[in-house]
């Protein structure tokens, strides 16, 4: 079973308490300094708004720092403190093989020439059971990382070997995760690239090629898959 090591960023965490953050951060300013009442809850109120709708446009977010600056100096630094706390960043899970796993794991490949397959499969925000659930449905000797943002996850796995039947893993993860709709895109080593960025990169730009719509996905399947000459995407709706 593969355990998760989470790095855990509260920054990102904090987007969820986007309200309650700037409703402290509101009150606090007028508690503890000389900041004028309407100003502060046109901030507050421009903070939760923009953190709420918005909250990985993150030159949006900075919004409640007018107010702030109109209202005076003395909001200033609480408007800078409530941006602060509600910028979004990404929380990282692996598993517990490490940090670098991912690395360790292709360096392997280069070591012994062999063929490997680059899995990315890119959803809406799930909870962190889930996200367990979608790991565990993979197989021990698979190296997994997935991370999430505000709206979404990107799951990222190395597959030994070109042998399989991709919509199964496909489908596997889906119901693992108790998704509607999750796009999947494929990279073959050493075929689309040599290197895990690279690798990566191709697999992404595919999977969100995906997002645009069930069309597309199927227009792309006949050559998603890892056996294939190009590396595509599949639009998974299970």
């Known amino acids: 079973m593969k355990a ?11 987007t969820r308490l986007a309200p309650v953050i700037w409703m402290a951060v509101t009150t606090a300013a ?14 507050a109120a421009a903070g939760i708004a923009t953190s709420v709708l918005w909250p990985e446009v993150r030159p949006v977010l900075l919004t409640p720092l ?3 600056a ?3 100096i003395e909001l200033v630094p609480w408007g800078i403190a409530g941006v602060a706390l509600c910028w979004p ?6 598993t517990d093989s490490g940090l670098n796993e ?14 490997a397959t680059v899995l990315m499969a890119v959803g809406p925000q799930v909870a962190q059971r889930p996200l367990q659930q979608m790991l565990e449905s993979l197989r021990a000797t698979d ?10 996850f990107e799951l990222c796995a190395l597959i030994d070997g070109v042998d399989f039947a991709p919509a199964v893993i496909e489908e596997r993860i889906a119901e693992a995760g108790d998704l509607d709709s999750v796009s999947f895109g494929w990279a073959r080593f050493p075929r689309d690239g040599v290197t895990l960025a690279v690798l990566r990169e191709r697999a992404l730009a595919a999977a969100l090629a995906g997002t645009d719509g069930a069309a597309a996905g199927e227009a792309a399947a006949g050559s998603s898959r890892p056996d294939q000459t190009e590396s595509e995407v599949v639009q998974a709706k299970i």
Request: aromatic content about 4%; overall charge positive; hydrophobic content about 50%.
């Open 4 to 14: 998760l090591a989470i790095d855990d960023d509260r920054a990102w965490k904090a």
């Open 30 to 43: 007028i508690w503890a300094s000389e900041a004028a009442l309407v100003p502060a809850v046109v901030m």
């Open 66 to 68: 007018l107010p702030a």
């Open 70 to 72: 109109f209202g005076g």
């Open 89 to 94: 960043h990404r929380t990282v899970l692996r």
């Open 102 to 115: 991912l690395q360790r794991h292709m360096m392997r490949l280069r070591r012994r020439e062999e063929e």
């Open 143 to 152: 190296s997994v990382e997935v991370s999430t943002g505000a709206r979404e």
